[in-house]
């Protein structure tokens, strides 16, 4: 498919399959819009499938704010077996019988998983120990040793329980915060019950407001006709505000404005132009209002604005 001539700026929402990699995701996107200015917020091991959301061109500048917001999962746990990198594509270790495991165990160790607690990430995970993947440092055989954090589980809850052969395998639904490893549930899931546990199926369905219901496949995505316009993004992830055309002269120049009706908005605005383009990402300190994130100044003002 020959890419399309000027390819815009946007948001693409993308099923990633499985297999591949969110890079691999990115770099055929890239081919099919014909651009080189494009991202992705928050990777996806290659078991996993589901929602990728990218940004193309200058709404990669958005992607920043698209990253920290919460997301849904349905997974698959198994109990019974751990895993090296706490899913099906590690060194599994020596199955153990988890058939004693009943259904009021398996609750209560849900529910202390869930709400505000520390998770330790999974030592093969993309996180960074002086200035190394921890996954490369655990693959090379190095002891990982990584710090807790602190995250939020809102939703773990348990669809269906299928028993067979010592393992007991549990199709789960989770809402979470950004930086949650559902792998590293599934293992402390199984550490608790003392059985083992790791994923052996994972797919994510929700990033904050977007679906994984209105994503395209790679096998037929047009980019140009899948693009979520930046103005609606962001102003369904953030409060909005309508610019008369001076006011986007003067933000994108450098300048504040006055503007008394946005006195107490918390967090970034988005400023939407007179002729609906978003212009940039605001932000209130009182009465006054500075430009956060600037959109490119040819996307906004004719060649003689700018001068």
């Known amino acids: 498919m020959k890419p399309p001539a000027n390819p815009r700026s946007g948001i693409l929402l993308v099923d990633k399959p499985q297999g591949i990699t969110s890079h691999d995701v990115v770099s055929r996107t890239r ?40 997301k849904e999962y349905f997974a698959t746990v198994r109990l019974g077996q751990s895993s090296d990198t706490d899913d099906a594509e590690g060194t599994l270790g020596a199955p153990v019988d988890a058939s004693a495991v009943d259904d009021d165990q398996i609750a209560a160790g849900i529910a202390r998983l869930t709400g505000d607690i520390d998770q330790v990430p999974s030592s093969f995970s993309a996180i960074k ?13 190095e002891e990982v040793e990584l710090k807790s954090r602190s995250v939020t589980i809102s939703a773990f809850e348990v669809l269906e329980t299928r028993r067979q052969a010592g393992f007991v395998d549990l199709d789960v639904r989770v809402e979470c915060s950004s930086g949650t490893y559902i792998r590293a549930l599934a293992r402390d899931l199984g550490d608790a019950l003392g059985v083992g546990g790791h994923l052996t199926a994972l797919r994510r369905s929700k990033v904050g407001p977007f679906d994984v219901a209105d994503a395209s496949t790679l096998e037929n995505l047009v980019v140009n006709d899948r693009l979520l316009d930046p103005a609606a993004v ?5 409060p909005s505000h309508a610019l008369e055309r001076q006011d986007v002269i003067d933000l994108v120049h450098g300048k504040r404005l006055t503007v008394p009706e946005l006195e107490g908005v ?9 002729d609906g383009r978003l212009v940039g990402l605001l932000e209130a300190s009182g ?16 060649k003689e604005e700018a001068e």
């Open 31 to 70: 081919k099919l819009a014909g651009t080189r200015k494009i991202g992705h917020a928050g990777t996806l091991d290659p078991m996993a499938t589901g929602l990728l959301v990218i940004g193309m061109n200058s709404s990669t500048r958005l992607l920043t704010f698209v990253v920290g917001l919460g």
């Open 129 to 141: 120990v002086d200035g190394k993947r921890a996954y490369a440092l655990a693959r090379a055989g």
């Open 234 to 238: 962001a102003g369904t992830l953030f």
């Open 266 to 274: 918390a967090g970034p605005i988005a400023g939407i132009g007179p």
């Open 287 to 302: 009465s006054t209002v500075k430009a956060l994130v600037n959109f490119p100044t040819d996307e906004v003002l004719t």
